[in-house]
């Protein structure tokens, strides 16, 4: 049987993470807790406050970024500015990717030329 904590983002993840948040720590690998830190210890006490602001609305962007890489435009894997420019998401989803990486959400993908910024950058997939 497989763990549930372990199932990837499919159509019932994206519909679970809609529906209601907290389920997101049922769903993936590592639990979202009321009392993680959005911020290193080391930041400045601005950067705790944008943490801070962000943690209601976090599972929103999570749940965008998961249904962008599902259906959005682009290729299968896409930068953090590629998903921004094409499906219209916040320009701070840059700063959900590796969390959501770290809770099995998402992976990341090669290292190539983004094509709005024109630099090198990782790309993000569902896993």
Do not use: F
Not at 26 to 35: L, N, Y
Not at 74 to 98: C, F, I, Q, S
Not at 109 to 125: K, L, M, P
């Amino acid at each position: 049987m497989t763990d549930p904590r372990m199932i990837h983002p499919d159509d019932e993840t994206i519909t679970t993470l809609q529906e209601n948040p907290r389920m997101a720590s049922r769903r993936t690998e590592r639990p979202v807790t009321a009392t993680e830190p959005l911020a290193r210890t080391k930041h400045p006490k601005t950067a705790h406050e944008a943490g801070e602001a962000i943690r209601p609305h976090r599972h929103t962007i999570w749940t965008q970024v998961l249904v962008a890489l599902r259906d959005g435009a682009g290729p299968e894997e896409r930068t953090a500015r590629e998903m921004v420019e094409y499906n219209d998401l916040p320009t701070t989803v840059h700063k959900r990717l590796p969390e959501m990486a770290r809770r099995g959400l998402i992976t990341r993908g090669q290292t190539r030329r983004c094509v709005v910024s024109g630099r090198n950058a990782t790309t993000w997939r569902l896993k």
